[in-house]
């Protein structure tokens, strides 16, 4: 296991453990949830948005995607806390498990944009030891979520019918 592996699971236990705490604190597990959903639009969005920009503007991809990363974020956790002042979203007795998985999201998604960022600055020496490494290969692949759908598929199914989830 390399430095960005540790940095990557550092980055993702706080991010979990933050929004678990916050999502207690604040009286329900809508202000982790909203927060959750507005970071993976912002993911997805800077990620389609990138190239183009990065292009039109002359600047290096892993800059504007980082930037737009940032601004995206900052925007949903505005509308996240808006959402959550207008539903005060909360199970109750359930609010500390439940922000603690969509901690868990969002700390997935952090760590993916945090490897896709150190991929695209990194020479291609690097960015072949992250995309190799054990913990790069789970965040930006998904493999275990893959693993998962492909095993309920066929539990479902049955087994001659594959998904094509690899």
Do not use: Y
């Amino acid at each position: 296991m390399s430095w960005f592996d540790g940095m990557t699971l550092a980055i993702m236990a706080l991010v979990a453990i933050v929004q678990t705490v916050r999502g207690i604190k604040a009286g329900g597990m809508g202000l982790p949830f909203f927060e959750a959903a507005g970071v993976v639009i912002a993911a997805v969005a800077a990620t389609a948005l990138s190239p183009g920009l990065a292009g039109s503007i002359h600047v290096r991809q892993s800059t504007v995607l980082l930037t737009l990363f940032i601004v995206f974020s900052v925007l949903a956790f505005i509308v996240a806390h808006g959402l959550f002042a207008a539903t005060s979203l909360s199970f109750q007795s359930l609010d500390g498990v439940l922000s603690m998985l969509c901690g868990l999201v969002m700390a997935w998604v952090v760590g993916h944009m945090f490897l896709r960022i150190m991929i695209g600055s990194a020479d291609s020496e690097s960015v072949e030891a992250i995309a190799n490494s054990p913990v790069a290969r789970e965040i930006l692949r998904f493999r275990t979520w893959h693993a998962l759908l492909r095993l309920l598929f066929k539990a479902k199914a049955g087994p001659e019918i594959d998904p094509g989830l690899d």
